[in-house]
Nanobody
Framework: QVQLVESGGGLVQAGGSLRLSCATS????????MGWWRRAPGKEREFVAAISRREGITFYADSVKGRFTISRDNAKNTVYLQMNSLNVEDTAFYYC??????????????????WGQGTQVTVSS
């Protein structure tokens, strides 16, 4: 049973930073492409960032490019999302997700087989 557990969310002022972590268990982490998604109140789920399993190729939504950085530590079975220059539009519930598909399409939610419970990020003005 693959489990993903997010942590690191919280309340931060605009312009501040947070680092989210997602620890995985129950599977072989190096076989997973990993992604971060978010859902803001009243909005659809939105792709944030992803990282491929072998080469560590990264993908970002235009709205976070240059501010957020995704990384992975295969020794710790953990993926991170460093979020800098946060603004109120980044307020959302953040989820990590894992995909084991051979052909990774990072912006398609249906390609992710496993999802965490999420962590809340609130940015105040």
């Amino acid at each position: 049973q693959v489990q993903l557990v997010e942590s690191g969310g919280g309340l931060v002022q605009a312009g501040g930073s947070l680092r989210l972590s997602c620890a995985t268990s129950g599977g072989t982490f190096t076989t997973f492409h990993m992604g971060w998604w978010r859902r803001a109140p009243g909005k659809e789920r939105e792709f944030v960032a992803a990282i491929s399993r072998r080469e560590g190729i990264t993908f970002y939504a235009d709205s976070v490019k240059g501010r957020f950085t995704i990384s992975r530590d295969n020794a710790k079975n953990t993926v991170y999302l460093q979020m800098n220059s946060l603004n109120v539009e980044d307020t959302a519930f953040y989820y990590c997700a894992a995909s084991s598909d051979e052909t990774f399409r990072p912006k398609l939610p249906r390609d992710y087989a496993y999802w965490g419970q999420g962590t809340q990020v609130t940015v105040s003005s």
